[in-house]
């Protein structure tokens, strides 16, 4: 059964840095893009990056470059998300999801699997 | 960047009713690279179709994608109470992904 389980909320002041994780297990983690999602309060779903973690190649959307760092360690099957200085904007709901594809035009651009969400409040 | 502009914004509908939800892409999406997931409070979102009409594992029947180019509809036929919740696509074009900004179906 493929899983993505996530780490545990967490409650930070501005400034901060963070690092949240995103663990996959019943599939091979090497060879499946892995994206984050950011959900604000009451708001709709955007899409901050993904990550290839057999080679590491990694993409941002523009609205995320610069402010969070993707990164995967493929020998324990995990991704991160990470943040050097957070903000009181960064409060959300971050989910991880695998892509059903290869990033390419050949298709298979979706997320058919998601962890169970990231809670990040930061607030001083 | 592709954007997609989904309506109505809500969708206020009674158990039993048909739902018909929009998704407008800003330019031509290729069909394979459009996808609609739900979510339900409290909850990740779900995949229900992929590649503009192909159902997802486990989707029941009701729910059905139809479109191409610029425009595409999620289609519930007949309302389930478990199925109001928040409905959104999502595209991939320019190795960029994007989601629509979601539509609530609603119990009227």
């Known amino acids: 059964e493929v899983q993505l389980v996530q780490s545990g909320a967490e409650v930070k002041k501005p400034g901060e840095s963070l690092r949240i994780s995103c663990k996959g297990s019943?599939?091979?983690?090497?060879?499946?893009?892995i994206g984050w999602v950011r959900q604000m309060p009451g708001k709709g779903l955007e899409w901050m990056g993904i990550?290839?973690?057999?080679?590491?190649?990694?993409r941002y959307s523009p609205s995320f470059q610069g402010q969070v760092a993707i990164s995967a360690d493929k020998s324990i099957s995990t991704a991160y998300l990470q943040w050097s200085s957070l903000k009181a904007s960064d409060t959300a709901m971050y989910y991880c999801?695998?892509?059903?594809?290869?990033?390419?035009?050949?298709?298979?651009?979706?997320?058919?699997?998601w962890g169970q969400g990231t809670l990040v409040t930061v607030s001083s | 960047e592709i954007v997609l502009t989904q309506s109505p914004g809500t969708l206020s509908l009674s158990p039993g009713e048909r739902a018909t939800l929009s998704c407008r892409a800003s330019q031509s999406v290729s069909s394979s690279s459009l996808a609609w997931y739900q979510q339900k409070p409290g909850q990740a979102p779900r995949l229900l179709i992929y590649?503009?009409?192909s159902r997802a594992t486990a989707i029941p029947d009701r729910f059905s994608g139809s479109g191409s180019g610029t425009d595409f509809t999620l289609t519930i036929s007949r309302l389930e109470p478990e199925d109001f919740a928040v409905y959104y696509c999502q595209q991939y074009g320019s190795s960029l992904l994007t989601f629509g900004g979601g539509t609530k179906v609603e119990i009227k």
């Open positions: 999801a695998r892509l059903a594809g290869s990033f390419s035009w050949n298709g298979g651009n979706y997320f058919d699997y």
């Open positions: 019943g599939y091979s983690f090497s060879n499946y893009w």
């Open positions: 590649g503009a009409s």
């Open positions: 990550i290839y973690p057999g080679d590491s190649d990694t």
